[in-house]
């Protein structure tokens, strides 16, 4: 008899307990951020950045009172670094109705996922820096930093020009991230008739590169330009210096090579690379900010942090620009339109969104000296016209 | 306790028993406001396919095979490339016949092998895979993968929408598992079963082991390649990352933890892994941890899977011993 | 070149060899196939981070606990809890379980203590040595070092002692050596606690080249996998030829060949191994079939 209740009981309870799960609702005079990105998997330090960032701003702003008198709720979803996840998080993610989406970083998971948000129209800010992104006509996502193409137009600068490369040897992740990155920068760089030595892909969450730094120590290349994620950047450095590839040619990286995780994980190994980032602590509008990140997490923090943090601000100065919590109206007005760190003091940094969502602003050279940043020169925007209000 | 009746699997019954299951299979789309359920839903379903033809070769014919994840990638990207080109309707058997036949290969040395030599081959074949769709940059689209791979249309009738689409994946993976069914209870079903029992004894009995080996491993596989075929128009694109080694594993497991060799054991397995987790959402980050505890106090508990827990449920419920589907 | 690559395939390849040895060792006594393998050695990794860099205990007390702590955990507990009750069941039960026991170790560290790789300090410096043209470094030396060490230790222990003998003989038909009156799952436990303290001394050596991380085994575990095929599943001497041809196939081919392909080419070798001589390059034909 005991075993016939029980085992009515158990089903009843699976049920409840399904529905329950589904119940919750949120108080109506709160509006909602999620946030879905990168907590576990490869892309775990991005996201814990990333995921900060939002938290803080958010913070910030419900202190302050909020946006328009309504406060922010945000909730978190795993991608685990992976597309098909990432895709059951934005599905999972838009039935609480969020105003606007932060996320993902991985690239190769906003590419699938953001035509979810476009179908679902909630804005959605990226993290990821693929050319293919912004390139296929959807004008729901808009980026947190430069889409490679972009940037890399002003690393082929500072290498042709400063540096004189004539032979380049290159090492990438092959996903969308690095191939895509790797694919623009290629792409520049024969059009200004340097030669690629050598095109060497890796894969995500590589443990030895022997092989790889063998070949392109092998090269007569000038310059090895790496564009992998932290972590393997992380591994990759110390067996650089072992190996004494360092001595035949110079190492340059952009963003990734750069992070403070790369750095926590290379140690003395990645001083003296030299690269060129969107954001960086040490940068004068960053400082006080990357203080305050380290007084709280008693860590330094990446640029996915600044991402996160500004990119929310970038929501709050548009939402009150607009004057309503409109999420067409948000989509329309950002596009082609300037905002100035006078308006709003806690974008950081002046910051253009063109017309199909990519950003343009100043960024960084940097050195890395004694597990540090030193900026050795700030790049102006790509086009200084766009920044005429000021 | 006294003596249990068994219940029989008349004719009848087994009509009645198909429809429920083809009801639970395609309810989802009429009564699920959620797409992330719906999603589920549909997930399950391909993973049950998947699962059953695993179960095919580990259950039946006594095979470990740790390849389902990239004959599921073969199904996905024949399917990803030739729907636009070819048809849905066409792309979608070719990538189970192509399946098929990459079994046969591969069924081979699981002729002459065991135990960990076999697990390795398909492990091995899962990697070049993986490298293969990697890499041929030109064909598959490398690390990129295919995008805006289309939902298929039959005339009229438009299989777009999550909901549409979700039954006509109802309807394959139910169609499939009645052949298997039937194909199970037939003797040749028997001459299976027979090979997992004793090997020696099958052989003497006039069992052509060689044969049986082959095509329940190629049976299995083209399985997986069909469950990959659903799976591209579902999430709409692919890439090569999805058809990793880990994803095998998952399906042993989910084999192992169904109930290896009991027809409802893949499904079982895929509702634990897919349905579950979203039931339990408070331990939802412990999720995967308590799976793999659970499986393997399963394994030392309940050598024949939770499909044991699904018996003694029918028992107490009806008084009748749960129905065995396959002889 | 070649030489630098050499030395350094080598002390890859002598890492999977230890790591390796310790799989064949529980297939040939308990028919174990230890999906689990590369866990073993994260699991040690993450107590000497633990031990070392958290509490700040003392390197060589810190590394001592750790193989207490993983022969405990990863040799004792392993064999009576999952081992034991699913010896008798046959092979595909126990490598069913040891997936998911690989499963249960790694997620249990993302949530338990973090997803991100963590930094591990060299025990040898890893100041670039200079040989001809060849760079390396005394990590790439000590690794080879110390895994001879170890290795030749091991084929000492198994040839020369008593107990050592008595292993073999479980390794080579546990029925009989039941008749001989040796206690068959004594020298089963022995080789599991082998197994779990060779695991941490590799995870040691390992830590500082591939940073600490939740999910640094599944390569290991893969690579002692093919290395202990390829060799011999049956001879500790294969699993010493293995490991190190793996790493040497690795390094070569991924600096001559095609880095696209690298993962290819060790698999294609392990599987015309299988296919021509199943019993690996050293190993013996086994006349003893367990169900």
Redesign the interface.
């Known amino acids: 008899m005991i075993?016939?209740i029980?085992?009515?009981c158990i089903p009843l309870v699976?049920t409840v307990?399904?529905v329950l799960?589904?119940g919750a609702t949120a108080k109506a005079d709160n509006v909602k951020f999620a946030i879905v990105c990168e907590?576990?998997?490869g892309g775990?330090?991005v996201g814990?950045n990333w995921e900060r960032g939002v938290l803080m701003a958010v913070d910030e702003i419900n202190q302050a009172g909020g946006i328009l008198g309504k406060k922010i709720e945000t909730f978190t979803l795993d991608t685990k670094s992976?597309?098909?996840v990432s895709?059951?998080a934005m599905?999972?993610g838009?039935?609480q109705k969020p105003f606007v989406v932060m996320g993902t970083i991985y690239s190769?998971s906003t590419?699938?996922n953001m035509?979810i948000l476009e179908k679902a129209g909630i804005p959605q800010f990226t993290g990821s820096e693929a050319p293919?992104i912004t390139q296929q006509g959807n004008q729901n996502i808009f980026r947190s930093s430069y889409s490679a193409d972009l940037s890399m137009k002003k690393v082929v600068k500072w290498l042709t020009d400063v540096h004189q490369v004539k032979k380049l040897a290159i090492i990438y992740v092959?996903?969308?991230f690095?191939?895509g990155g790797r694919d623009a920068l290629v792409e520049l760089l024969t059009a200004k008739g340097v030669e690629l030595v050598s095109d060497?892909?890796?894969?995500?969450?590589q443990?030895?590169f022997?092989?790889?730094l063998?070949?392109a120590?092998?090269t007569d290349a000038d310059t090895l330009f790496i564009y992998c994620h932290e972590?393997e950047s992380?591994?990759m450095l110390?067996?650089i210096?072992?190996?004494?590839v360092d001595?035949k040619m110079r190492i340059v990286g952009h963003t990734t090579l750069l992070t403070a995780?790369t750095i926590?994980?290379a140690?003395k190994?990645a001083d003296g690379v030299q690269g060129h980032v969107g954001l960086s602590p040490v940068a004068p509008p960053l400082k006080a900010l990357a203080d305050k990140y380290i007084a709280k997490y008693n860590e330094g923090p990446d640029h996915n942090f600044f991402k996160a943090y500004i990119s929310t601000y970038v929501v709050k100065a548009l939402v009150e620009e607009i004057g309503a919590f409109d999420q067409q109206k948000l989509r329309d007005k950002l596009h082609n339109h300037t905002l100035y760190v006078r308006d709003h003091p806690n974008i950081m940094m002046d910051i253009y969104y063109d017309e199909k969502g990519d950003i343009d602003r100043e960024s960084f050279l940097v050195e890395i000296q004694d597990g540090q940043h030193v900026i050795t020169k700030t790049i102006p925007p790509l086009e200084p016209a766009r920044f005429k209000g000021n | 306790m006294n003596t249990v009746k068994a219940s029989k699997v008349t004719p009848l019954r087994a009509s009645i028993g198909w429809l429920c299951l083809l009801g639970i299979f395609v309810l989802p789309a009429f009564s699920v406001s959620s797409q992330y359920i719906l999603y589920l839903a549909s997930l399950t379903c391909i993973y049950t396919l998947t699962a059953a033809g695993l179960n095919l070769i580990l259950g039946y014919a006594g095979q470990i095979s740790l390849a389902q994840a990239a004959f599921m990638g073969i199904g996905a990207y024949t399917v990803a490339l030739l729907s636009t080109k070819l048809s849905f309707w066409v792309a979608l058997p070719l990538g189970g016949g192509i399946a098929f036949v990459l079994g046969l290969v591969l069924g081979f040395p699981s002729l002459k092998v065991k135990h960990h030599y076999l697990a390795m081959i398909t492990l091995g074949f899962n990697i070049i895979v993986y490298l293969i769709l990697m890499n041929e940059q030109e064909i598959t689209g490398g690390s990129y993968g295919v995008f805006n791979i289309p939902r298929p249309k039959a005339g009229p009738i438009d299989f777009t929408s999550n909901e549409s689409y979700h039954i006509l994946i109802a309807l394959v993976t139910c169609f499939i598992m009645l052949l298997t069914y039937w194909t199970l209870n037939s003797q040749w079903g028997r001459a299976f079963k027979g090979i997992r029992e004793n090997e020696l004894r099958a052989e003497m009995l006039g069992v052509s082991l060689r044969n049986y080996k082959l095509l329940a491993f190629a049976i299995g596989s083209a399985f997986a390649g069909i469950a990959g075929g659903l799976l591209a128009p579902l999430l709409g694109y692919i890439d090569p990352t999805i058809f990793n080694l880990g994803f095998s594993f998952q399906f042993l497991l989910m084999v192992i933890v169904g109930g290896s060799g009991r027809f409802e054991g893949p499904f079982i397995g895929a509702i634990i892994i897919t349905i579950f987790p979203e039931i339990f959402r408070v331990a939802e980050r412990l999720y995967f941890v308590i799976f793999a505890l659970a499986a393997m106090l399963i394994l030392i508990f309940m050598p024949k899977g939770a499909v044991t827990l699904w018996d003694w449920l029918f028992q107490t419920i009806t008084g009748r011993e749960a129905p065995k589907l396959t002889k | 070149m070649i030489l630098q690559l050499f030395i350094k395939g080598l002390s890859l390849g002598a890492v999977y060899a230890l790591i390796a040895i310790g799989f064949s060792l529980l297939w040939q006594t308990s028919r174990t196939i230890n999906f689990a393998q590369g866990e073993f050695v994260t699991l040690p990794a993450f107590l000497m981070v633990l031990l070392a860099l958290v509490f700040k205990i003392p390197f060589a007390l810190a590394l001592i606990l750790t193989i207490i702590i993983s022969g405990l955990l990863l040799g004792y507990l392993m064999n009576r809890v999952l081992d034991r009750p699913l010896i008798e069941k046959g092979v595909l039960p126990l490598v069913v379980a040891t997936i998911a026991l690989g499963f249960m170790i790694r997620d249990s560290l993302i949530i338990s203590w973090t997803p991100e790789a963590l930094y591990f300090p060299s025990l040898v410096p890893k100041k670039p040595l200079h040989l001809g043209d060849a760079t390396f470094s005394a990590v790439d030396l000590w690794n080879i070092f110390v895994a001879t060490l170890i290795i030749s230790g091991l084929h000492l222990f198994v040839k020369r002692t008593k107990t050592g003998k008595a292993l073999q003989a479980v390794s080579q038909n546990r029925d009989v050596a039941n008749i001989l009156g040796i206690n068959a799952s004594k020298m089963i436990l022995l080789a599991f606690l082998i197994n779990a303290v060779i695991a941490g001394f590799s995870s040691i050596l390992i830590a500082p080249i591939y940073m600490v991380k939740y999910d640094m085994g599944v390569e290991l575990g893969l690579k002692a996998f093919y290395a202990a095929i390829i060799g011999g599943f049956n001879q500790t001497r294969g699993a010493l030829l293995g490991g190190l041809l793996v790493g040497l196939i690795e390094t070569f081919t991924a600096a001559y060949i095609s880095t696209h392909y690298k993962g290819a080419f060790v698999l294609i070798v392990l599987m015309v191994v299988i296919v021509f001589k199943p019993e690996g390059l050293l190993g013996e034909k086994e006349l003893y079939e367990y169900r």
């Open positions: 075993r016939r029980l085992s009515i699976l307990a399904l799960s589904f907590i576990s998997g775990a330090p814990k992976e597309a098909p895709v059951a599905k999972k838009i039935e190769s590419i699938v035509s293919k092959n996903n969308a690095g191939k060497i892909p890796t894969e995500p969450g443990m030895d022997t092989g790889e063998a070949r120590k092998s972590e992380g591994r110390p067996a210096r072992e190996m004494g001595k995780d926590r994980l140690g190994a």
